[in-house]
C-alpha cells in the first residue's frame, strides 16, 4: 500500500512545534505529544486544506475517533492541542476563524490517580545501591517521591539547581514556569551520594545532573526503564512509572498535612482544581480509617 501524500499544510506543523519550543519553553515529552495530535489532525484532513475546516469537520473528526475507542480524555488534550495550533495558524498565517472554539470532547468517566501504599513507596526506593548506576537511580527515584517532579522536571535538572544547605531544589516546569521545592534528607544523602560517581560518567562538558551510560543528559524513556525494572526487582505488583511516584508524594503529603494549598505549590499546579483530585484519595483513605475505627461505623455481625 503506497504511503499517503503530505498534507498541504505540513510545513505549517514544523513552525508550530518551533513557536511551542522557541517561545513556549515547551519540554520535548510535550512536543511530541502536540506532534502526535496534529498528525491525527492531518490523517483526518486528508487533502482538505486547514483552512477550509469547520467546526462540523473537527465535530465529525471527534466523534471518529471516540467511535475507535479514543477515551475522553484523550479526545480533550487532543482538542487542546488542534485549537492551540489553529490560534498560532490565525496569529502567524492569517487564518480568519477557529473550528475547534465552542467544542467538548466527549465526558471521560473520572478516575482517581493510583498511588503506592507508604510502605510500597519506602521499600522501591531503598534499592540496594551495588554499582554507581544503581546511585544514580536510587537518586532519581528518591527525588521523585521526596519532591513530586515530573518525568521532564527530573531529566532537565542541573547540579547547580540543587541547594543541599537549605535542602531545595529549583524546578523547572510547564510554561518555563520556576519553583523552588522541598527535599528530604534521604533524597538528599542519595543526590550526595550520585554526584561522588557522577564524574565516572558525565562528558567533560555535561550539565546535567543525571546521565546514561553515554554521559550526555539521560533521557526520559531510560528513566521509565529504569524504575519499571526497580519495582519489579522490589515486588511492587502494579506496574511502576514515574507519575506513579509523584502521585504518591502528593497523596502521602496531603494525608499528613491536609495542606491542599502547600500541594498544589509543590506540584506546580496553575490551578487548584487539578489538585484537587488528590482530596477525594484523601477522602478514601480517611473513610477506611472511620469504618475501622467509628464503634457506630462498623457492620455488625449477624
Not at 483526518?44 to 473528526?61: E, F, M, N, Q, V
Not at 539547581?161 to 527535599?183: E, L, Q, S, W
Not at 488528590?278 to 475505627?293: M, S, V
Amino acid at each position: 500500500m503506497a504511503e499517503s501524500a503530505a498534507h498541504p499544510d505540513q510545513d505549517t506543523l514544523t513552525g508550530f512545534l518551533a513557536h511551542l519550543r522557541n517561545e513556549r519553553r515547551y519540554s520535548e515529552l510535550t512536543l511530541e505529544s502536540y506532534a502526535r495530535d496534529l498528525r491525527r489532525l492531518f490523517q483526518l484532513a486528508a487533502s482538505t486544506p486547514l483552512s477550509d475546516l469547520r467546526s462540523h469537520h473537527i465535530r465529525r473528526y471527534i466523534a471518529q475517533l471516540h467511535g475507535q475507542g479514543l477515551g475522553g480524555r484523550t479526545l480533550a488534550r487532543m482538542l487542546s492541542a488542534w485549537r492551540g495550533f489553529f490560534n498560532y495558524l490565525i496569529r502567524d498565517h492569517n487564518f480568519k476563524g477557529n473550528p475547534c472554539i465552542g467544542l467538548r470532547p466527549p465526558k471521560a468517566p473520572r478516575t482517581l490517580p493510583h498511588a503506592l501504599s507508604p510502605d510500597e513507596a519506602v521499600k522501591l526506593v531503598e534499592l540496594p545501591v551495588q554499582t554507581p548506576l544503581d546511585a544514580r537511580d536510587k537518586a532519581m527515584f528518591e527525588l521523585l517521591y521526596s519532591s513530586g517532579l515530573r518525568l521532564a522536571e527530573l531529566v532537565g535538572l542541573d547540579p547547580v539547581d540543587m541547594d543541599f544547605n537549605d535542602a531545595a531544589v529549583r524546578v523547572t516546569g510547564k510554561g518555563n514556569k520556576t519553583r523552588i521545592v522541598p527535599v528530604g534528607t534521604q533524597a538528599i544523602a542519595a543526590l550526595r551520594a550520585w554526584l561522588n560517581v557522577r564524574v565516572q560518567f558525565a562528558k567533560p562538558d555535561e550539565t546535567a545532573l543525571f546521565v546514561g551510560k553515554s554521559g550526555k543528559r539521560i533521557s526520559p524513556r531510560t528513566v521509565q526503564l529504569q524504575l519499571r525494572q526497580w519495582g519489579i526487582k522490589q515486588g511492587i505488583a502494579s506496574g511502576v512509572h514515574p507519575h506513579l511516584l509523584r502521585h504518591s508524594f502528593a497523596t502521602h503529603v496531603l494525608q499528613s498535612s491536609g495542606d491542599l494549598r502547600a500541594v498544589q505549590e509543590m506540584l506546580g499546579h496553575a490551578s487548584i482544581s487539578t489538585t484537587q483530585v488528590y482530596t477525594h484519595l484523601d477522602f478514601q483513605y480517611l473513610a477506611k480509617i472511620y469504618d475501622g475505627a467509628h464503634p457506630r461505623a462498623r457492620k455488625k455481625t449477624p
